[in-house]
């Protein structure tokens, strides 16, 4: 396990159709984070766990949007009902809590709602 | 919550130059990262640092907690070093935001 991956890297839907993103953490990190990054902008927080617990979501993250970490490993994101405006980067990145926590991030899916 | 305010938003440099990126934040900071988004949109780590000092290669970081800014240097400028750098600053609250990045064009 060299890094945190995501799947799938690029995704094109028509607006109206649901997606599910996956992102695999480092291995041994207990922390889990989505980010939105949109053209120009730098990475916006969306939410956010600690092992199966999802702690915190951001305001951004709106009721067509929910995320899962179920075994405290992998996570998904879901959209439902996309939106031309959900289109964006989305960013995983994963840490151990600790008191030197760094976050190492994953490739991104880049999505295309049509 | 905190605010991260990134400068300059552009740097356009000839290769061989030393560059000097800022980050500003609002408040107290539990953590702070230095990140470089190549043109793939990865992004990767460059430092941890919250307070203090560290030299990585051609690179080094600073970060004034009192004064509520960081620094990252980078000397020998490289095309390779192009990209946009972001800096992002976790409050008291636990929230991490990220500034907006300084776009770095280094010209060969």
């Known amino acids: 396990d060299t890094g945190v991956s995501q799947d799938p890297r690029h995704k094109i839907t028509k607006r109206g159709q649901n997606v599910t993103f996956r992102c695999d953490p480092i291995?041994?990190?207990?922390?889990l984070y989505w980010y939105r990054q949109t053209l120009g902008q730098g990475p916006e927080f969306l939410t956010y766990f600690q092992n199966e617990a999802q702690l915190e979501k951001s305001r951004l993250l709106s009721d067509r949007f929910s995320a899962e970490r179920p075994k405290g490993s992998f996570s998904t994101l879901e959209i439902q009902r996309t939106e031309q405006g959900d289109s964006a980067m989305y960013l995983c990145?994963?840490?151990?809590?600790?008191?030197?926590?760094?976050?190492?991030f994953g490739p991104g899916t880049r999505l295309l709602v049509l | 919550g905190i605010q991260v305010e990134q400068s300059p938003p552009d740097l356009i440099l000839q290769e061989g130059a030393n560059s000097t990126l800022r980050c500003n934040f609002s408040d107290s900071v539990n953590n702070l990262q230095w990140f470089h988004q190549n043109p793939w949109g990865q992004l990767i780590n460059l430092f941890y640092i919250p307070s203090g000092t560290k030299q990585n290669g051609r690179l080094s970081a600073t970060t004034v907690a009192t004064e509520r800014y960081s620094l990252l240097y980078i000397s020998s400028s490289q095309t390779t070093d192009s990209g946009v750098y972001f800096c992002a600053a976790r409050g008291r609250d636990d929230k991490i935001i990220f500034g907006k990045g300084t776009r770095l064009h280094i010209l060969p």
């Open positions: 291995s041994e990190h207990n922390r």
């Open positions: 990145a994963s840490s151990f809590l600790g008191p030197k926590e760094t976050q190492y």
